[in-house]
């Protein structure tokens, strides 16, 4: 299996630029990609392919990366930009990391 | 438009057979590049990736799972099936099925339904 490892919560206040990392326990290529999720309701995808911005998502989101490290920026926060954020790899099967929860201060 | 809806039973004992529906539209899985996936989320925790049916009718499996899991299609009513046999109070979760994109990258789950909660109880 490959792991995706991803820091349990940040909290960083409206306005400011927030990174979310993700680390493959294996390289994954670019089969990266991200979720929003809010509470009581289903995933969102943000980027898919590492960098590419889902139609319909602010462009205030961002992904880069490739190979084991991932990054998905957000900047500049919003007070909705509250939520959990999972990474997912589809290079070797499908895994996802175990989310990161965004609060705002 | 697409839109996924799934459904099942609510509650079931353990040791029986967990049969999921997930109803679509706005797509077609006879379509070239199209597929379904289902996955799963206990209260609380993260996602699991269960498996995938592709529009030529491939099917791919959790290898963690993989001898209890079936997946299927009906082309022609616009749905995908799962099913888990032999459940546990572990296979507690909200399951969702979302479309999958085919991507040279590696593919990802474009649409979402809302998920339905499943608990594993005797």
């Known amino acids: 299996d490959t792991v995706l490892t991803q820091s349990p919560a940040l909290a960083v206040s409206p306005g400011e630029r927030v990174t979310i990392s993700c680390r493959a326990s294996?390289?994954?290529?670019?089969?990266m990609h991200w979720y929003q999720q809010k509470p009581g309701q289903q995933p969102k995808l943000l980027i898919y392919g590492a960098s590419n911005l889902e139609s319909g998502v602010p462009a205030r989101f961002s992904g880069s990366g490739s190979g084991t490290d991932f990054t998905l920026t957000i900047d500049p926060v919003e007070a909705d930009d509250t939520a959990t954020y999972f990474c997912?790899?589809?290079?070797?099967?499908?895994?996802f990391g175990a989310g990161t929860k965004l609060e705002l201060k | 438009q697409v839109t996924l809806k799934e459904s099942g039973p609510g509650i079931l004992q353990p040791s029986q057979t967990l049969s999921l529906t997930c109803t679509f539209s706005g797509f077609s899985l006879s379509t070239y590049g199209m597929g379904v996936g289902w996955i799963r989320q206990p209260s609380g925790k993260g996602l699991e990736w269960l498996a995938n049916?592709?529009?030529?009718?491939?099917?791919y499996y959790n290898p963690s799972l993989k001898n209890r899991l079936t997946i299927s299609k009906d082309t022609s009513n616009n749905q995908a099936f799962l099913k888990i046999t032999n459940v546990d109070t572990a296979d507690t979760a909200t399951y969702y099925c979302?479309?999958?994109?085919?991507?040279?990258?590696?593919?990802?789950?474009?649409?979402w339904g809302q998920g339905v909660m499943v608990t594993v109880s005797s």
């Open positions: 049916i592709w529009w030529d009718d491939d099917k």
């Open positions: 979302a479309r999958i994109a085919l991507d040279y990258g590696g593919d990802y789950f474009d649409y």
């Open positions: 997912q790899q589809s290079w070797n099967d499908y895994t």
């Open positions: 294996e390289s994954v290529s670019t089969g």
